[in-house]
């Protein structure tokens, strides 16, 4: 089992720039693959990046390729989401995902469903 805490939302106006974290505890975080999702009123929960144990790899959703970027840190169990040149589409509740990975998966996973653990989400807003 592991907890995610998600940090680092807020409010903030176009073109500007946030950085989200999550920390994990409770078990070896370099054995889960890593992803963010988010989630506006009245739509469904869509990936917006992905990242192997290891850090090796990374995926991205079309609209935030280029803005955003993933990146994680196993020493202090922390993943990262980058967000640069926000738009106010990119508002919405962002949460972060861990899935459980033996050392060899280098696999991308962007459905939720592929994903065992979830952080509570943090709000972010981005003004026109």
């Known amino acids: 089992q592991v907890q995610l805490v998600e940090s680092g939302g807020g409010l903030v106006q176009a073109g500007g720039s946030l950085r989200l974290s999550c920390v994990a505890s409770g078990r070896t975080f370099s054995s889960y693959a890593m992803g963010w999702f988010r989630q506006a009123p009245g739509k469904e929960r869509e990936f917006v990046a992905s990242?192997?144990?290891?850090?090796?790899?990374?995926y991205y959703r079309v609209s935030v390729k280029g803005r955003f970027t993933i990146s994680r840190d196993n020493a202090k169990n922390t993943v990262y989401l980058q967000m640069n040149s926000l738009k106010p589409e990119d508002t919405a509740v962002y949460y972060c995902?861990?899935?459980?990975?033996?050392?060899?998966?280098?696999?991308?996973?962007?459905?939720?469903?592929?994903?065992?653990?979830w952080g509570q989400g943090t709000q972010v807003t981005v003004s026109s």
């Open positions: 995902a861990a899935r459980e990975v033996p050392a060899t998966d280098l696999s991308i996973a962007s459905s939720a469903n592929d994903y065992d653990y």
């Open positions: 990242i192997t144990w290891s850090g090796g790899h990374t």
